[in-house]
Structures are given as structure tokens and as C-alpha cells.
């Protein structure tokens, strides 16, 4: 059983240009959390995708957005990139909303020069 | 804001001895702590969770305790093995709400 499929695995982008990244949940879940992870830090919030809809919001700047589609992938949208952009970005799925057992995918890493 | 900090950001520890990574947490409506673990270029593995009307739970070779009092969560590894070797994080989720992620703390282990 696959679990959480993210793509690509690493990106390089120039300043100003904007980027998808995309995640396939693993099989049965149906709720998709993607997270900003820096270097040396935690993983950051960044949203949470469930039934098509955005439901929860970090604080993150409208440049970063997102979409689930019908089979429950979703995607995750920056526009207009900063240097401060480049990370990990994790996304993570779950059985529901208020399920806490995330599982996570290994990450798209972000390069912005 | 609720926030979830680590009171040390690196542990050695010998394999074979038990390790106890611990965390101060300070969102109090929390309904859920739960910790992940990170190994080095993959994404973070849920390891165990605790509801908030409970103070220890027991999994394989890990346990997490609760102290709602003093607002503090801790995980005990048994006989840490390499492959503990990873980022620890203790989590905070509750109420339909995000799963919030602290520093972390990286566990080495001593062969």
C-alpha cells in the first residue's frame, strides 16, 4: 500500500516565478495538510484541504495557495517566490479532519535563487 | 499564541540505554499530544499519541507521559537502538485544529 506520494522531489525556481507541487494521500484518507519545514526547524502550517475545500489556514501569505481535487490529491500553488521560500514542503494526509495520525510524504524540496 | 517548545535540542545517548526526550507545551485545550519522529531527507512518522484525559500511554519499546499540572509531555524510548537516531517532535492537536509542530530534538545514539 502506497503511502503519501508528493512530486516532484526537488525543484529549483528563480525569484518572482511561481511553482506547484503535488501530492497524491495515501489510499483511504481523504484530508491533505501540507506543512513548510525550513532547515533546522519544525514543520510549519500551511493549510488543510478536506471535501474540496480549504479548511484551515496557517499564517502563510495569499502568494501560497492550494487545491484538492475530487480523488483527494491535492496541490500547492506559490506564486511570485522569495528567496525565504526554499524548504521542505511536506504534505500529509489523514482519515478525516480530526484524525491526529498524520501520515506524511517525504517532501518536495524548494530551492529558490 | 500556542506554541510547543523542547527543553533540549540535542540528546546523546549509548545505545541499548533507555532515552527521555522531553517537552513544555502551552496551549492548554489541547485534546491531543502526539509525537513524531524524523529521520534525516524523509518526512516525519507518527509515533504514539495521548489524549489530554490521560497521563501515560504505552506503545512498542516507547512511552509518553502527561503532566497537565505543570504542562509538560515526555517520550521514553527503551533499549534506543541506531535506528532512533532521528528529529523528535512532541505535537499539540485538538478540537478539529492543526497539528502544530515544535523545534524538535535530535536523538544521536552511541553505538
Known amino acids: 500500500d502506497a503511502g503519501v506520494t508528493q512530486s516532484p522531489t526537488h525543484l529549483i525556481k528563480t525569484r518572482g516565478q511561481q511553482v506547484t507541487l503535488r501530492c497524491s494521500p495515501k489510499?483511504?484518507?481523504?484530508?491533505v495538510s501540507w506543512y513548510q519545514q525550513a532547515l533546522g526547524q519544525g514543520p510549519q502550517f500551511i493549510f488543510q484541504?478536506?471535501?474540496?475545500?480549504?479548511?484551515q489556514r496557517g499564517n502563510f501569505p495569499d502568494r501560497f495557495s492550494g487545491h484538492q481535487f475530487p480523488n483527494y490529491s491535492s496541490e500547492l500553488n506559490v506564486n511570485a517566490l522569495l528567496l525565504g521560500d526554499s524548504a521542505l514542503y511536506l504534505c500529509?494526509?489523514?482519515?478525516?479532519?480530526?484524525?491526529?495520525?498524520?501520515?506524511f510524504g517525504s517532501g518536495t524540496r524548494l530551492t529558490v535563487v | 499564541g500556542e506554541s510547543v517548545g523542547l527543553h533540549l535540542p540535542t540528546l546523546s545517548v549509548q545505545e541499548g540505554d533507555n532515552s527521555i526526550i522531553n517537552c513544555a507545551y502551552s496551549?492548554?485545550?489541547?485534546?491531543?499530544f502526539i509525537w513524531y519522529k524524523q529521520e534525516s531527507g524523509k518526512g516525519p512518522q507518527f509515533i504514539i499519541d495521548?489524549?489530554?484525559?490521560?497521563d501515560k500511554r504505552q506503545g512498542q519499546r516507547v512511552t509518553v507521559l502527561l503532566n497537565k499540572t505543570v504542562k509538560h509531555l515526555s517520550l521514553q524510548i527503551a533499549a534506543t537502538q541506531p535506528g532512533d537516531s532521528a528529529v523528535y517532535f512532541c505535537?499539540?492537536?485538538?478540537?478539529?485544529?492543526?497539528?502544530?509542530f515544535g523545534i524538535g530534538t535530535k536523538l544521536q545514539v552511541i553505538p
Open positions: 500529509a494526509s489523514s482519515l478525516a479532519v480530526g484524525d491526529y495520525g498524520y501520515t
Open positions: 489510499s483511504g484518507h481523504d484530508t
Open positions: 484541504y478536506y471535501e474540496e475545500e480549504e479548511r
Open positions: 496551549n492548554s485545550a489541547s485534546d491531543y
Open positions: 495521548i489524549r489530554s484525559n490521560m
Open positions: 505535537t499539540q492537536a485538538g478540537g478539529y485544529q492543526k497539528v502544530t
